[in-house]
């Protein structure tokens, strides 16, 4: 595994959603750690699809954005930027109201890429609504 170093924080990473996407979905990040985001979402009427529930693509977003986030936090010696190669999201559940959580956590940190996964799940009843991976390939020049 390549040296890394954690680049980012709670407030860094609050900080970066104003006036963007993560802003308007209400994602709040509420933990920070080498290999792990964690991050927050009120199910509101602006982001549920015409059948009540929470949009695939809202839950697909948020995943992605958290993984993304997680680069910061394993940020290779030498790198200067990344970019996802590949994304997959299966749902097996969904969220009508209250708040869900995305925990997104690295499964492999290597010098030219990195897999992560992300859980998103209900916080009223604990249940799993998503299971997220995302493929990041690191940039050296």
């Not at 609050?14 to 964690?38: C, D, Y």
């Not at 910061?72 to 990344?82: D, H, Q, R, Y």
């Not at 969904?94 to 897999?115: F, K």
């Amino acid at each position: 595994m390549p040296k890394t170093t954690n680049q980012t924080s709670i407030a860094d990473l609050n900080h970066a959603n104003i006036g963007k996407l993560p802003e308007h979905l209400g994602l709040q990040v509420t933990q920070v750690a080498e290999g792990r985001v964690v991050g927050r979402v009120t199910v509101r009427p602006d982001i549920v699809s015409h059948t009540g529930y929470l949009f695939a693509g809202v839950g697909l977003t948020l995943a992605d954005l958290l993984c993304a986030y997680g680069v910061s936090t394993m940020w290779p010696e030498g790198a200067k930027n990344f970019t996802t190669a590949e994304v997959k999201c299966n749902f097996i559940g969904t969220a009508l109201e209250g708040e869900v959580e995305i925990i997104a956590t690295i499964v492999h940190s290597g010098r030219t890429t990195q897999l992560w996964d992300a859980e998103i799940i209900s916080v009223s009843n604990g249940k799993r609504i998503a299971l997220f991976r995302a493929t990041q390939i690191i940039l050296y020049s």
